[in-house]
């Protein structure tokens, strides 16, 4: 075969997967804005000394039909935090960078069952993040759900 030959049928091999390839190792690209899978709330990512932490900053509903008040934690099982806000309620805990685009070894609060579990979150590609929920220490009982970026 010919040095045409075989540079084309390089770049007809290679570009296209490049096209697939994860993002660049990049320990803040996680940080930002990001939208839920059902499309009901926002959760700003942010960085901390070593950690990565997320707070909720949106809320598609962001208030008690019953009684027009913002929504409360109410199902915290900590009595004494139930009365606050879930607007700007810290979700995401302890995040840390473990290479390869995933973040690890943290905790995430789902406040519509008031329970905390494992976290782990890999980043797809600049717009696309899983966020895997586990129960704690065991990562296979868990579920993963898929968020966007947020321009």
Known sequence: MNTVRLRFLFVLLVIPALAFAAPADNPDAVVGRWL???????VLIYKHGDRYFGKLVWML???DVSTSK???DKLNPQVHLRHRPLLNLPIMTNLLYKGNNVWGDGQ???PEDGK???CELTLRDANTM???GYMMGMRFLGKTITWTRVP
């Open 130 to 132: 899983e966020v895997h």
């Open 116 to 118: 905390t579990y494992g």
């Open 108 to 110: 995430i609060y789902n």
């Open 61 to 63: 509903e962001p208030t």
């Open 70 to 72: 913002p929504k409360l």
């Open 36 to 42: 839920s899978s059902k499309k009901k709330n926002q």
